[in-house]
């Protein structure tokens, strides 16, 4: 593709310049074209008739396991292998029309070879198609056409791993415009294709803003250009968008039963000549792509012109509209023309858009305005955004200088993105050249040129391996088949930009490779360094190979010296000197060199490898081997590291480190388990009603087969070194990975479990799935009990089954079992003990993840509450859903008749047992209070709640306590108090309206009457009225009166004092005056003043003779206000008028004086005891001055005075005597 101003070496001469010797190669698979490490292709496939010699190169041999070569994935389709092998059906238009394309989102491919095309899935060998051509007519030899693969899917989740309900095939001849359609090639490809041959009458009117040179409206040689169909919902019909050189759209409507084309009116915008560099038939729709996955019934396409991007959108509905979004013109974007100003002329090639259809990638070609004897090739980058494009980035010169193509060739060439390394493209050339284009840290573009084998044929496209990240890229050849790059490759074989010749130095590179593997030793010990590298080439691959420190990789081959020192001697050799000077124990976690050296140990690939075509027999015995050696060396590891003395430091200060060695002996261990599970499964099994029935010996099918496969696939997508790995082998091998197994499940649950098969078979396969769950974590939590004496401190660190990947896969399988579990009810009630058992073991594995991955976040001081209020959710349902289904076995199993409840209670017992145990363990309290209940177990009970009472907080007595309340039992929660005193008058410090009751029952007499006594005046646990409050306080009273003590009767007259305030209150409230809220003393005593009442105005002085001195020395005002309105109420001047009108007698003047309240005031705060507060703190003088202020004082004041010392000193404890005399003074005042 990309070469300097020279002619191009023919693709047929290369092969007369190799000096080597030819190796001649049967097929299936191409083992010539694999280095000698990489294992054959997987996928079984019959032997064929030999095929035209492939010469490898030395510099492909070796090396392709650790990520040096490239990687193969899938063979050729078998017919198409057999045509090529067939020196006498390969005729010269055969050759001449060999095209093929990939579809990376799919992971389809296809080849049309003569008049037979060939699809098939290069993830999925066994979906695979010959689709024979229909005549049509007189077609040229030289005539080629466009491709399309639709797959249709009822499940978008189930994308990468489910078989397509169908896959549409649309072709278009890029001469004749005729189309071709298969509505399902994989089943129905036999059968006729629905065809449609152009008619020259179905042209279609161009519109134009200003007249095109030399042209008129469509030209009738245009040829078409570029071809993409879509989906639209309904199985076996897609819409296709056909472009033309000469700007003319189709759309084509597609269906089994015709193809209906309609052509799209286009508005076209011509550049003036010689005002525009890009140059181009002026109306040219050079490429479709589609923007964006379907909405709804829409989708939106993106059109390449000659002097931008256009956006349209078409209706996938029948006969649906298309119509243009907007148009994008880089001539008229100053920013974007800054990177063509040293161009003189530049031809739009190709355009690519990411998967969200914000980013844009453009392949340029361009003169430089100095010089038309080469050309330049440059990426340039747009995004998409609140409507409208701009310029991201600054572009990529791929290549300065390069040699003048005709415009036919550069129109052929092809851009493909996504790939790995990250921000990497591939650019395809018509002579079947392939080139990464990849951008490093600096800024510098370098080049890889992808080649295999001469012979291997052309490159005829490129495509990406669908993973969670940017996957490898993949390579489609003539002859070879699919083969993948790694990203490793990519960067070890770079060639800059400005040496123009990517043929460049690759044996010497490799030699260097070579030179420098053969440092780190040989045998097992190398073994350890390309495991590792395996290990190194996952999800971060750029900061594997480029910033590990080059001190780690030396420590590291230490380790694997002095291991194998170890294994061959017995001796250490003072390895733990030697490996503190390396700068072994730096770093933690796994990232330190021993926990890194484990993992290479326990993820080694065997050397031999039973493939896809053996027996399974020959998987299972292979499996079991490797691991049981993997296992034995990894012991011996261990042994190495205590002989060593880096066991005690790395106990000591690399914890994490020393967990992460011992956790891969854990999974060692479980990965050993679940491979005997599964070969257990697949022996021959005796007739079960329930489970499992349908299984024969020997068979590899199943929920954990597909399972496995899964994982082994994802493996694999991950890291495209194990593209040429069988699943299986890279499930088995990728033991430290074995958490991939739990995400696998979340994930593709809907998968592994289909909603459309029977309960029956959806339930066999999520308890296999359950038990295969269980047996891990069986295995795992036992190694570890076994070896606890290896395990460092614990503090701080999660176990790998604690973590959130394994609880949501055990979550997933839970949820599922209980849904299945409701259907089974009604469908397969034989199969509900099964589940419910399975639901059980769950749980246990479940809550204990969650209680350990809590207990690690309390250690660190991390915050846990989120998580433990999910721990509590989910245990409260299973727990809950568990003891119901025991209390419903219990009570079906019992019967009818006399003993039916003894035998109720008996086997509720027994299935309640294990339960209480497990919530026990999980302080699930609301299960095991309710399990007490049903089983009515109170000595159960009481155990319970006493065996929680160590804890500071949650305990479960206080649960019950709590449960108590909320159902008003509160004559049972009193009786706990008999057992539990403290426990009991700790929680109803919460509750007073009940603590009193608690503490009169420990005959803490006084603390009763503190807690009466403020309930009376509470507000927040409020008794229903004011004469409950004061009810309230006579218990108080009562109960300081019981407990007896110092200052029991400064208490006993408080609360006499606020028993007649709440008096006052009730009588404010029987007159509407007031609420039953209580309020304070000044409050009352202003409404008692404001509402002019005579009753609640003596009332006030209620509240002033209780309230106490201190009160009504603050209130002084307040008090003067109050004996001005007792003065109020009564009418003085009239009074004093009708005595001397009518001549009252003395006995009819006192009556009158006692009948008024300033009278009953006065003997109210005075004379009924001189020993009061109130008189000790209020003056007689005093009041006498405040009722000398009345505006009736001058003419009533006599008659006021006599009234307030009547009252005083009649109400006082004078002898009857002395009283009867004083009262003969007042009457001759008056």
């Keep these: 593709m990309f070469t300097p101003g020279r002619a191009r070496k023919p693709v047929a001469r290369v092969r007369d310049s190799y000096d080597g010797p030819e190796v001649h190669t049967p097929a299936p698979p191409p083992a010539s074209l694999m280095p000698p490490s990489v294992a054959p292709s997987p996928w079984p496939s019959a032997s064929v008739p030999p095929r035209a010699n492939v010469v490898v190169r030395n510099s492909d041999k070796g090396g392709g396991a650790d990520g040096n070569q490239p990687v193969f994935v899938c063979d050729l389709p078998q017919q198409l292998r057999s045509a090529q092998g067939d020196a006498t059906l390969a005729t010269q238009s055969d050759v001449a029309g060999l095209q093929g394309g990939m579809d990376g989102k799919s992971g389809l491919s296809w080849v049309l070879r003569g008049s037979q095309l060939y699809v098939w899935n290069h993830l999925r060998s066994s979906q695979s198609c010959v689709l024979n051509m229909p005549q049509l007519g007189v077609l040229s030899a030289e005539d080629t056409w466009l491709v399309s693969l639709v797959p249709h899917r009822s499940d978008e989740d189930l994308e990468a791993f489910k078989a397509f309900d169908a896959v549409s095939v649309v072709m278009c001849s890029s001469k004749s415009l005729s189309l071709v359609y298969w509505p399902d090639a994989f089943r129905n490809g036999d059968k006729s294709a629905v065809t449609s041959i152009h008619s020259e009458d179905t042209g279609m009117t161009l519109r134009s803003s200003r007249k095109v040179s030399g042209r ?28 033309r050189s000469d700007g003319e759209l189709l759309r084509c409507e597609c269906s089994a039963e015709s193809i209906l084309r309609k052509n799209i009116a286009r508005e076209i915008t011509v550049a003036d000549e010689g005002h525009s560099i890009f140059v181009a038939d002026n109306n040219s729709v050079r490429r479709v792509v589609w923007r964006s996955p379907p909405d709804g019934t ?17 209706e996938l509905t029948a006969r649906g509209d298309v119509s243009k979004s ?14 063509f100003s040293g161009q003189k002329k530049a031809w739009l090639l190709d355009v690519q858009v990411d998967d969200k259809g914000e980013e844009l990638t453009l392949l340029v070609a361009s003169f430089s305005k100095d010089s038309s004897t080469y050309m330049q090739y440059a990426v340039h980058y747009f995004s998409y955004g609140g409507g409208e494009i701009k310029r991201k980035a600054p572009p990529q010169v791929i290549l300065p200088k390069a040699q003048v193509e005709e415009e036919a060739f550069l129109y052929s060439m092809r851009l493909r993105i ?12 018509p002579d079947g050249t392939a080139t990464v284009a990849y951008v490093d840290k600096s800024g510098n573009v370098q080049l890889y040129n992808f080649e295999i084998a001469c012979g291997a044929g052309k490159v005829l496209d490129a495509s990406v391996v669908p993973a969670e990240d940017a996957g490898a890229w993949l390579a489609l050849t003539e002859k070879a088949g699919v083969w993948a790059i790694p990203a490793k490759l990519v960067l070890a074989r770079r060639l800059e930009a400005s040496e123009r010749n990517p043929s460049h130095s690759r044996t010497g590179d490799h ?32 900061h594997a190979i480029v910033s590990r420190p080059s001190q780690d990789e030396e420590a590291e081959a230490i380790v694997g010296r002095l291991f194998q020192q170890f294994l061959s001697s017995g001796q250490v050799n003072e390895a733990f000197e030697k490996l503190q000077r390396a700068g072994a124990f730096e770093r933690d976690g796994e990232k330190n060199v021993f926990a890194r050296t484990s993992r290479a140990l326990v993820d080694t690939f065997a050397k031999h490898w039973a493939s896809g075509g053996g027996s399974g027999s020959a998987i299972i015995a292979t499996v079991s081997s490797q691991l049981a050696d993997k296992q034995r060396r990894h012991l011996q590891y261990l042994n190495f590291l205590a002989a060593s003395k880096c066991h005690d430091e790395l106990q000591n200060n690399q914890r994490a480190a020393l967990n992460e060695i011992l956790e891969h002996g854990e999974k060692l261990a479980s990965m050993v388990a679940l491979r005997e599970l599964n070969n257990t499964r697949a022996q021959p099994k005796s007739t079960s009603p329930t489970m499992f029935s349908q299984y024969n010996a020997g068979d590899l099918s199943g929920a954990i087969w597909d399972m496995i496969q899964l994982v082994g696939d994802k493996a694999r997508r991950n890291n495209v070194v194990l593209m040429d790995r069988d699943k299986v082998e890279v499930f088995y091998t990728r033991v430290s990975e074995l958490e991939e197994l739990f995400i696998c499940i979340q994930q593709h649950a809907a998968f592994l479990v289909q909603r459309d098969q029977s309960v029956r078979v959806q339930i066999e396969r999520v308890c296999e799935l359950a038990k295969a769950c269980s047996t891990i974590l069986q295995v795992a939590i036992a190694y570890r009990d076994a070896q606890q004496a290896w395990y460092p401190s614990p503090e701080g660190i999660t176990p790998w089954y604690c973590k959130q990947n394994v609880r949501s896969g055990l979550w997933k399988i839970a949820t599922m079992l209980l849904e299945l579990k409701v259907e089974g009810d009604m469908s397969e009630p034989t199969l509900t003990a099964v589940v419910m058992r399975q639901v059980e073991e769950m749980t246990d594995f479940l809550l204990e993840g969650y209680a350990g991955a809590i207990t690690a976040k309390v250690e660190r001081e991390e915050e846990y509450r989120g998580l433990q209020m999910e721990y509590w959710t989910r245990r409260d349902r299973l727990l809950t859903t568990l003891q119901q289904h025991a209390f419903q076995v219990a009570a079906q199993k019992a019967g009818r008749g006399e003993n039916a409840e003894q035998q109720r209670l008996s086997i509720l017992q027994k299935l309640y047992t294990p339960l209480i145990a497990l919530a026990r363990r999980h302080a699930a309290f609301p299960s095991l209070l309710q399990m007490c209940i049903d089983l009515d177990d109170h000595k159960r009970l009481r155990t319970l709640m006493k065996e929680s009472m160590g804890l500071k907080e949650g305990r479960f007595s206080r649960f019950v306590f709590d449960q108590c309340y909320q159902q008003g039992q509160y004559a049972r929660l009193l009786r706990f108090g008999e057992e539990f005193g403290e426990e009991v008058a700790a929680y109803l410090e919460q509750h007073p309206l009940l603590l009193w009751l608690h503490q009169l029952f420990l005959r803490r007499f006084t603390r009763a009457a503190d807690t009466l006594h403020t309930l009376a005046f509470s507000q927040k646990s409020a008794p229903p009225n004011i004469s409950h409050r004061r009810r309230l306080l006579h218990l108080a009273k009562l109960s300081a009166l019981a407990g007896g003590g110092v200052g029991v009767e400064e208490e006993v007259h408080r609360l006499e004092a606020d028993v007649d305030i709440l008096g006052v209150q009730e009588v404010a409230t029987k007159l509407g005056v007031l609420g039953e809220d209580v309020v304070a003393p000044i409050q009352l005593v202003e409404a008692c003043l404001n509402s002019g009442s005579r009753e609640l105005t003596l009332c006030a002085f209620q509240v002033f003779t209780s309230a106490g001195a201190k009160f009504c020395t603050g209130n002084r005002s307040l008090l003067e206000q109050a004996w001005l309105r007792a003065v109020d109420q009564d009418d003085w001047l009239g009074m004093k008028k009708m005595a001397e009108e009518e001549g009252w007698s003395d006995e009819h003047i006192m009556q009158v004086l006692q009948d008024s309240l300033l009278y009953q005031a006065s003997r109210h705060c005075f004379g009924e005891s001189h020993a009061s507060s109130f008189a000790k703190d209020v003056s007689p003088e005093s009041v006498e001055n405040v009722i000398a202020k009345h505006p009736s004082y001058p003419e009533a004041g006599q008659a006021m ?3 307030f010392r009547y009252g005083f000193y009649m109400g006082s404890d004078l002898p009857e005597d002395e009283d009867e005399q004083l009262g003969g003074e007042l009457m001759v005042e008056m």
Excluded at 326 to 339: N, V
């Design 216 to 243: 008129s409206g469509a030209s009738s040689t245009s040829t078409a250009t570029s071809i993409q169909a879509s989906a639209t919902g309904r199985l076996g019909t897609c819409v296709a968008i056909i472009s």
């Design 298 to 314: 829409s989708r939106e396409f993106l059109l390449l012109t000659a002097q931008g991007i256009e956006c349209w959108e078409v």
């Design 326 to 339: 907007w148009t994008y013109e880089i001539s008229s974007d100053k920013d974007a023309m800054l990177d």
């Design 418 to 429: 996504g790939g790995q390394p990250a921000g990497s493209v591939v650019i395809l050339a």
């Design 511 to 542: 030699e260097m490779i070579m030179e420098d593997r053969s440092h780190h030793g040989s045998g097992e010990a190398l073994a350890l360094q390309r495991s590792s590298s395996e290990a190194a080439v996952g999800s971060n691959l750029d």
């Design 1201 to 1203: 005075l006599t009234a």
